[in-house]
């Protein structure tokens, strides 16, 4: 059974950074797509990056593009997201997701939540105006 723990988050204020960190155990494969989805209140959960160790590929949001870097250090089944220059409307409760299913080329899906199978417990991120 995959096993998501994540850590990082926190209180900031408009335009500083954090960095949240999500280490994986229990794969199956040497071969995965993990990454974040977010939660804010009174909003449906939406993906924020995705990274694929098959290729490390990423794939970003819309909103986040250009904001914030997601990265895998696949000797310790970790990813990172960095989250540069953030706003009021990045505050939510971030999630780290996996799934054994295999991307490439920058693909991982970020609008189908049901992909993946396995959730971290959440982290919060609030960005102060």
């Known amino acids: 059974q995959v096993q998501l723990v994540q850590s990082g988050g926190g209180l900031v204020q408009t335009g500083e950074s954090l960095r949240l960190s999500c280490v994986g155990s229990g794969f199956t494969s040497d071969y995965y797509t993990m990454g974040w989805f977010r939660q804010a209140p009174g909003k449906v959960t939406e993906g924020v990056s995705c990274?694929?160790?098959?290729?490390?590929?990423?794939n970003y949001a819309d909103s986040v593009r250009g904001r914030f870097t997601i990265s895998q250090d696949k000797t310790t089944r970790t990813i990172y997201l960095q989250m540069d220059t953030l706003r009021p409307e990045d505050s939510g409760l971030y999630f780290c997701?996996?799934?054994?299913?295999?991307?490439?080329?920058?693909?991982?899906?970020?609008?189908?939540?049901?992909?993946?199978?396995?959730w971290g417990q959440g982290t919060r991120v609030t960005v102060s105006s």
């Open positions: 997701v996996s799934t054994p299913a295999l991307y490439n080329g920058g693909f991982c899906p970020l609008d189908e939540i049901l992909t993946y199978d396995s």
């Open positions: 990274i694929s160790s098959l290729d490390a590929s990423t």
